[in-house]
């Protein structure tokens, strides 16, 4: 498939606005089991809330360049019951919103004890929503990833593991955000959002692994004697209709060597995986606020390409029709 | 329930692309159009077809043959493209079975094109929308057309009959005759898709010649011993030209 830049954002950035906000309210949740010392309403849940508000603007901004007609883009939440897109357009907007209603409590310090559940657990209204929103944020990542793992003629996406990647990378990079956010602010959760960002980076690792070693060992079920029903071993196409490109010959194809799809692979591999891991585990050492907001940079860029390889690697079986694409 | 369908006949197909042209051409200024195109003329020629001809060589030299293959939207009666999109705007005639994209909805977010496992549906770069073949809807129900040409400007327009066009439900009719008694097959069955358009082999070729063709009617030159009637009176060949 043909990566497009809008997708390849769309998808990176909205992950971080989840895996940001679950870690804001991981955080939320140890502080009140007391295992890590409370926070600032105002400034680190609010401001945290918004900058994770800021990474979903910015995905669904991007999405819209992918569209033809965005402003047409409300009639696409009509189809809930049949597309996994129509449903991420509903549950991108509810999240947006729950995720600006945790940051809005926390700012104007809603936060006083609602009830009292069983003596120990004190939920306000910020507890409320963020388990709201957490859940909703879980939605998200399945419906974006089901999007891809939906399609059952692009064989290298449709596979639990595409909703086990986008959800663990999502995790990752939105936790070692987390870890920037915090380094930046001189909070001292950098070990803690580090060690989950650095766990889930892991966790993102076993599963793209898994799905790379996976997509090597599929075979093509057709083959172009197959897709034009003519049984004979010696077939060659001499023209494919046209003589210039087509819709045909640019969406379904990423036009790149071999080489260059490989070195994204090495790149993302390297990126994503290795140098954030790397940089946290140098960050405990050296107690660097640098190294935290380096480790979330690096993984972004390798996210981009993790992405730009996701669509590259997937064979659309129309290119059997493009021999010279296929 | 009606399925309207195309049956092409690999086996009469020359490659001329008429169903290419009249499809472009019909459609362009019909209610599905326009189809535009990108630098016609230059270097990089693109543009929006709903049906192309490609062509395919079979064999090893010398013994080869050459096979084109005409291809468009197969109007699956399971089509993977209409249940993805988001907004409805792709969907299947519940009347007669044609997958059909209604532009006034569609927000050209291209899923439905990925969900075809055919390369069925083309981008309309200029209005940003989806477009595919419509069966020629506008023509195929135009009640004020006469009725033999109430069928697809593509099926038209074939030299060679290579394009049948018919309800494949009804089992009577020239469509699904056609795909009962020549071998009819569809692209890919195992893809669950239940494709509608069926394409007929290479088979071969079979002349029916009855007796009377046999037998001259008349003998102009008269070159032949056997001349067929009494030479009485002058047949208009004898005094023509
Ligand atoms: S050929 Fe493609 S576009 Fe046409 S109905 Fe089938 S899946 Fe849809
Ligand atoms: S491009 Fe148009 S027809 Fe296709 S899925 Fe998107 S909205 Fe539906």
Redesign the interface.
């Known amino acids: 498939?043909h990566p497009a830049f809008s997708v390849i954002f769309l998808t990176t950035l909205i992950g971080i606005g989840q895996g940001l906000f679950l870690a804001l309210y991981t955080g939320q949740v140890y502080s009140l089991a007391n295992l890590l010392p409370g926070q600032d309403s105002q400034g680190f849940y609010a401001l945290g809330g918004l900058v994770a508000l800021v990474f979903l603007v910015a995905g669904l901004f991007a999405s819209f360049f992918?569209?033809?007609?965005?402003e047409?883009?409300w009639?696409?939440?009509?189809?809930w019951r049949?597309?996994?897109?129509?449903r991420e357009?509903i549950v991108l907007p509810v999240f947006m919103l729950l995720v600006f209603l945790f940051a809005l409590v926390h700012y104007l310090g809603w936060t006083q004890p609602l009830f009292t559940v069983s003596d120990a657990l004190v939920v306000d209204l910020s507890l409320i929503i963020g388990f709201i929103a957490s859940i909703v944020a879980f939605a998200l990542y399945i419906c974006t990833a089901m999007?891809y793992a939906?399609?059952?003629?692009?064989k290298e996406w449709h596979s639990p593991l595409t909703v086990v990647n986008y959800t663990f990378l999502g995790l990752a990079s939105g936790f070692m955000l987390a870890a920037a956010f915090s380094a930046y602010k001189g909070i001292d959760l950098v070990a803690f959002f580090g060690t989950w960002a650095v766990i889930f980076t892991l966790t993102a690792a076993i599963g793209r692994v898994a799905s790379l070693m996976r997509n090597r060992q599929l075979r093509n079920?057709?083959d172009?004697s197959?897709?034009?029903?003519?049984r004979?071993p010696?077939?060659?196409?001499?023209?494919?209709?046209?003589?210039?490109?087509?819709?045909?010959t640019r969406?379904?194809f990423h036009h790149k060597s071999a080489g260059f799809v490989n070195n994204v692979r090495r790149l993302f591999l390297l990126l994503v995986f290795i140098v954030p891991v790397v940089l946290i585990a140098a960050s405990y050492f050296l107690q660097s606020e640098v190294l935290p907001m380096a480790a979330f940079a690096f993984q972004y860029l390798g996210l981009m390409a993790e992405r730009w390889y996701f669509f590259a690697e997937a064979k659309?079986?129309?290119?059997m029709?493009?021999q010279q694409i296929a | 329930m009606t399925q309207l369908a195309l049956v092409i006949d690999l086996n009469v197909c020359v490659g001329c692309h008429a169903c290419v042209t009249s499809c472009k051409q019909w459609n362009t200024s019909g209610t599905a159009g326009p189809l535009p195109d990108q630098r016609p003329y230059d270097d990089d020629p693109s543009g929006v077809f709903f049906n192309r001809v490609q062509t395919y060589e079979v064999g090893c030299f010398p013994d080869t043959e050459t096979v084109h293959f005409p291809k468009s939207c197969l109007h699956c009666e399971d089509p993977p493209c209409v249940p993805v999109c988001p907004t409805g705007a792709s969907y299947k005639r519940e009347d007669n079975g044609v997958v059909l994209v209604d532009y006034d909805k569609c927000i050209g977010c291209k899923y439905c094109s990925w969900a075809c496992p055919y390369g069925a549906r083309e981008f309309d770069e200029n209005n940003k929308v989806m477009k595919k073949c419509t069966l020629c809807i506008d023509r195929i129900t135009d009640m004020s057309l006469p009725e033999e040409e109430r069928k697809p400007a593509c099926v038209m327009a074939c030299p060679t009959s290579a394009r049948i066009y018919g309800d494949v439900h009804d089992p009577e009719s020239a469509a699904s005759k056609a795909i009962r008694e020549e071998g009819g097959y569809q692209l890919q069955p195992e893809w669950g898709t239940k494709p509608a358009n069926h394409y007929l082999p290479r088979r071969k070729q079979q002349i029916h010649i009855s007796e009377e063709e046999l037998v001259r009617a008349d003998n102009p030159l008269r070159k032949e011993d056997e001349v067929p009637f009494d030479q009485q009176s002058e047949t208009l060949d004898d005094v023509a030209w």
């Open positions: 498939m992918h569209l033809g007609h965005p047409r883009a009639r696409a939440a009509s189809q049949t597309s996994w897109l129509s357009v999007i939906s399609l059952k003629f692009l079920q057709y172009l197959s897709a034009i029903g003519v004979h010696q077939l060659a196409q001499q023209t494919q209709g046209f003589l210039g490109g087509s819709f045909n969406e379904f659309h079986p129309q290119n029709y493009y």
